[in-house]
């Protein structure tokens, strides 16, 4: 099975221009997860979709969004971007089964912000 | 409300010699617990997961880690350290719950990593 895949690898931007990041998960998995890694603040957690819901929402301002589409895709944008939100944006999905719970993850996006 | 902490935030060892990276949590919820590791420029790569089956899990290229509920504690192992271990490791609690479909959801709640060097 192809694992999870993220679009674009990379990607620099300017301060106010505004990004949307793609995720396609592991087939067959429905809940799709974003993360946001700096060296600063760590991992932490953005979203979690399931079935095209959201499901859980971190501590991040409305700046940041995101959706699923029906095949599980995910996307997430992030508009009027600031010098802090360049970081390592990594998306996880997870398989349907109860307990356990690990989640599977991409790559990463690296943003910069300039 | 769940958090981990992990007590150290640079181990090194010599190869061959085992590994020790520490880790402590807190859960309002029996608990699932994980290691991640993260090579530099790469994703992450689940190493373990304990989710109160056995309390001792083994996982991927030798560690393992003992879940104690009375120390809140999942400390990750290695009998022998290789020179390709060298990353940063991470762990992970998540609470959540199970719906109707089976599906588990909630968040992973990452300490804020351990980077384990190796010397030859």
């Known amino acids: 099975k192809a694992g999870v895949t993220q679009t674009p690898r990379y990607l620099i931007k300017t301060r106010g221009q505004q990004v949307t990041l793609s995720c396609s998960p592991i087939s067959g998995h429905r809940s799709v997860s974003w993360y946001q890694q700096t060296p600063g603040q760590g991992l932490q957690f953005l979203f979690e979709?399931?079935?095209?819901?959201?499901?859980n929402k971190g501590n991040f301002p409305g700046r940041f969004s995101g959706r699923q589409f029906s095949n599980s895709r995910s996307e997430m944008n992030v508009s009027t971007l600031e010098l802090g939100d360049s970081a390592l944006y990594l998306c996880?999905?997870?398989?349907?089964?109860?307990?356990?719970?690990?989640?599977?993850f991409g790559p990463g996006t690296r943003l910069t912000v300039l | 409300a769940q958090s981990v902490t992990q007590l150290d935030s640079h181990v090194s060892v010599s190869e061959g010699t085992p590994v020790l990276l520490r880790c402590n949590y807190s859960?309002?919820?029996?608990?699932?617990l994980f290691w991640y590791v993260q090579h530099p420029n790469k994703g992450l790569q689940l190493l373990l997961k304990y989710t109160s089956a056995a309390t001792l899990v083994k996982g991927i290229n030798g560690f393992e880690a003992e879940f104690k509920k009375s120390e809140t504690s999942f400390h990750l192992t290695k009998p022998s350290a290789h020179m390709s271990d060298a990353a940063e490791y991470f762990c992970?609690?998540?609470?959540?719950?199970?719906?109707?479909?089976?599906?588990?959801?909630?968040?992973?709640?990452f300490g804020q990593g351990t980077i384990l060097t190796v010397h030859p």
């Open positions: 992970v609690v998540r609470g959540g719950s199970t719906n109707a479909g089976g599906t588990s959801y909630g968040k992973l709640t």
């Open positions: 859960s309002s919820y029996s608990p699932s």
């Open positions: 979709y399931f079935s095209e819901t959201q499901r």
């Open positions: 996880a999905s997870s398989p349907p089964l109860q307990g356990g719970g690990e989640q599977f």
